[in-house]
């Protein structure tokens, strides 16, 4: 089963404190409508609970932060500042170790382990819960990326992710760039994503995300399989340039 927290691995809050903030930023709201404000406070609360407890920090200690600010006499006079807050820990609770999702964010030992060398994760049965699956898909992102920059750049990684379609349609811009960043500077750190999808426009079109563009732009190989001829026919007709009559036919 798998089981994150946020705080475990962190060595240094300075450089993964905002890293922290945005991913229970997305945790709280997968559509990305939490704005400066929110965040602002929210980057308080992580550093609040880190020098807390450290490692040992919990989306509890965070909710408990901002419980414990929505009822200081610094906000009193401030409803804007008041009613953020107030979203924060309605959204958060649902993470905390009793909240619906808490078994999966509060644990001392997390699945994803530094010293593992090769890792398989099966996020199907998370399908029925799409708030739980950005969460956990966020995290899973988040950590890579953390790898691919902490490990020493002679040790190759590869980072391959099937049905790539879930990964590359979230809607939140925060995620959005998170995975464009990482599709950019992966091979400055020996590291490769591989992202298997079942048609071209997932990646390539208008209806492509930013992260999706990103993804095919920054590919030096791209591998096409046999593709429906009615769907690829339309790709044709919007994109007439993309492949010669040849590569046509073969696909």
């Known amino acids: 089963t798998l089981r994150f927290n946020p705080f475990a691995n962190i060595t240094d809050i300075d450089k993964s ?52 600010a929505r009822n200081s006499e610094k906000y009193a006079e401030s409803p804007t500042i008041l009613s953020r807050l107030d979203e924060m820990i309605v959204l958060l609770n649902q993470y905390t170790a009793g909240g619906t ?26 399908e029925d819960r799409p ?3 950005v969460a956990v898909m966020f995290s899973l992102i988040i950590y890579i990326e953390n790898r691919m920059y902490r490990t020493p750049r002679n040790l190759k990684k590869l980072n391959v992710i099937d049905e790539g379609w879930r990964l590359l349609d979230f809607k939140n811009r925060k995620v959005g760039d998170f995975i464009e960043k990482g599709y950019r500077t992966a091979r400055r750190h020996t590291g490769a994503y591989i992202t298997i999808t079942q048609n071209i426009v997932d990646f390539d079109s208008d209806k492509a995300s930013s992260a999706a563009r990103a993804a095919w732009g920054n590919s030096s190989y791209k591998i096409i399989l046999k593709q429906s001829a009615k769907e690829f026919a339309k790709y044709n007709q919007l994109y007439p340039d993309q492949f010669p009559q040849m590569q046509r036919d073969m696909i």
């Open 101 to 126: 999702y808490g078994a999966y964010f509060n644990s001392d030992e997390p699945s994803l382990r530094d010293d593992a060398r090769m890792v398989v994760l099966e996020l199907g049965g998370l």
């Open 17 to 68: 404190a905002e890293r922290i903030r945005d991913q229970l930023s997305v945790m709280a709201s997968p559509n990305g409508n939490l704005d400066e404000v929110h965040e602002g406070l929210l980057l308080q609360a992580v550093r609040a609970a880190w020098l807390s407890k450290a490692n040992r920090a919990r989306i509890d200690d965070v909710v408990d932060f901002l419980e414990s």
């Open 131 to 133: 708030s739980l699956l």
